[in-house]
């Protein structure tokens, strides 16, 4: 068993988490008073936290036995990448309330992180072919959790719209059209990220069967066909909204279930005698 309980990450970790929550409380203020947290607030609440769960996951990950990259670890370090991502975005473009979403989910990955135990054993080296794959793959699985998270948003938005409900949050977002053209934005750079992380994983990974990534390799390749048809029919039918929501959904499920519920089942559920 590898336990990523020390002294430094634990600290960073807790640190990280109650940033996160008070990053989540004021955004929430902020919609309760109808506009959007400041940019300058939102970097000095999440700058230091990123910092701070950046710490906890280099030491998680760089053990003494060699470099650990067990469920929690992976699913922290993957939450890190989702804010990152969100946060840089939102300097730009109006996905602030991405923010209500992937929040939670960081205090969740920079916890269980610093309090897990899987049965994951360290590798005392992982070639730099491999860590490109693995960066190429946190950007993809980022960008298309922002795609998940939009497509929710955006079949809220039409459902409030057409029940004239939550108005004084509706105000709040940009128009549906934007928010749909944001969302297929998402998409195509997600599966193109995707596209170059499957590549990389059959050029980069000498044996798909030894490593234990032909299931996830499967479900990779599933998502990215759900995503292609998602795409194909928006230009070719017009599949917009709720339509699209559904879709992304199934195809971010696969892409989840392919490698953290293998590594879930593998690490967790299956523990070695």
């Given amino acids: 068993m590898a336990s990523t309980l020390t002294a430094v990450p634990l600290s960073a970790s807790i640190g990280a988490a109650v940033l996160y929550l008070l990053a989540a409380a004021l955004q929430t203020r902020s919609l309760r008073r109808k506009h959007n947290l400041p940019n300058a607030t939102l970097l000095a609440t999440l700058a230091p936290a990123m910092v701070l769960h950046g710490i906890a996951a280099y030491f998680q990950i760089n053990t003494p036995a060699g ?6 670890v992976a699913g922290s370090l993957a939450s890190l990448v989702m804010v990152l991502v969100v946060v840089l975005v939102a300097l730009r473009l109006p996905v602030q ?39 190429v793959s946190l950007f993809a699985y980022s960008l298309l ?7 929710v948003l955006v079949a809220f938005q039409e459902q409030a719209l057409r ?5 004084s949050l509706l105000r709040l977002l940009p128009p549906l059209e934007t928010m749909e053209q944001l969302l297929f934005s998402l998409l195509w750079i997600g599966i ?36 292609a048809l998602l795409l194909a029919g928006h230009r070719i039918s017009g599949w917009r909204s709720t339509t699209a929501t559904a879709w992304v959904l199934i195809a971010f499920s696969l892409l989840v ?3 953290f519920g293998s590594k879930f089942v593998l690490e967790i559920l299956i523990q070695p005698q």
């Fill in 67 to 72: 470099l650990y990259l067990g469920f929690y």
């Fill in 97 to 135: 309330s991405l923010l209500l979403l992937v929040l939670p989910v960081s205090v969740l990955g920079v916890l269980t992180a610093a309090f897990g135990e899987t049965s994951f054993d360290p590798r005392e080296h992982l070639s730099r072919a491999l860590v490109i794959h693995i960066l």
């Fill in 145 to 151: 959790f922002m795609a998940a998270c939009q497509a």
């Fill in 163 to 167: 029940r004239r409900g939550a108005i």
């Fill in 192 to 227: 193109a990220g995707l596209s170059l992380a499957i590549v990389t994983g059959f050029v980069f990974l000498e044996d798909m069967f030894a490593q234990h990534v032909v299931h996830h390799t499967i479900f990779a390749i599933a998502s990215w066909c759900v995503y």
């Fill in 257 to 259: 279930l392919g490698y």
